[in-house]
Every structure is written in C-alpha cells, then in structure tokens.
C-alpha cells in the first residue's frame, strides 16, 4: 500500500502564494505519476498537474500552467505543489494522488482521476479577495 499524507494548506489573500506539500509512505512506487487534483464545493474534481517521479517530467492544464509547479524531493519522498498568484477561483480541497504506472494507456500524462489508485486525504486551500 501507499500512503499519501498532504499539508501545506491554508487561508492566503489574493496574489499571495501557497507550497503544498505531500509525504509519500509505504510501498513507493518509482515508476509512478504524482498529480494534484482540487475540488471546490459543488463542483467536479479538477486536474492540476502531475509529475512523472523517475524522469521530473511535469503537466499542467492551461487553468493554473505559470503560476502552478510541481516538483519532488526522492529523499524525503515529497511532492509539492508551489501555487503562486493565487485567486479566489483556486480555493479547493488539493488532493494529492499517485498512479500505479508513468504514463496512461497511449503514452499520455494522467489527468483523469479514475486513472489514479492512491489519494491523499486532501488539505483545504482558501484564498480570499
């Protein structure tokens, strides 16, 4: 098993900027993905970037890509998610999550959230205006 513990969060005035971290524990996969998903209240799961752990190739959709990195630490077994210029659209629950393999079938990043086994149990983000 793997276990995904994030932290990090917290309440952040707009244009401010947040590091999310995640601990990664248990049976580590290193041929794995590492992504950052969020959820805000009422509305659907969102993709926020993804790592690939062996090769530190990144992700991003075009919602958060230049204000938004992703990035690991292998001796901690960290990940972390640096959000900088922070608006009140990105207040969320960050989830972290890890897939079983690199890529998703075809070759692609994984950016869907059923394409992932592992979750974090999230940590609340609030920016405010």
């Known amino acids: 098993q793997v276990q995904l513990v994030e932290s990090g969060g917290g309440l952040v005035q707009a244009g401010g900027s947040l590091r999310l971290s995640c601990a990664v524990s248990?049976?580590?996969?290193?041929?794995?993905?590492m992504g950052w998903f969020r959820q805000a209240p009422g509305k659907e799961r969102e993709f926020v970037g993804a790592i690939i752990w062996s090769t530190l190739r990144t992700y991003y959709p075009d919602s958060v890509k230049g204000r938004f990195t992703i990035s690991r630490d292998s001796a901690k077994i960290t990940v972390y998610l640096q959000m900088n210029s922070l608006t009140p659209e990105d207040t969320a629950v960050y989830h972290c999550?890890?897939?079983?393999?690199?890529?998703?079938?075809?070759?692609?990043?994984?950016?869907?959230?059923?394409?992932?086994?592992?979750w974090g149990q999230g940590t609340q983000v609030t920016v405010s205006s």
């Open positions: 248990g049976r580590f996969l290193s041929r794995a993905a």
């Open positions: 999550a890890a897939t079983s393999s690199e890529y998703a079938p075809g070759g692609r990043f994984p950016t869907n959230s059923n394409e992932y086994k592992y």
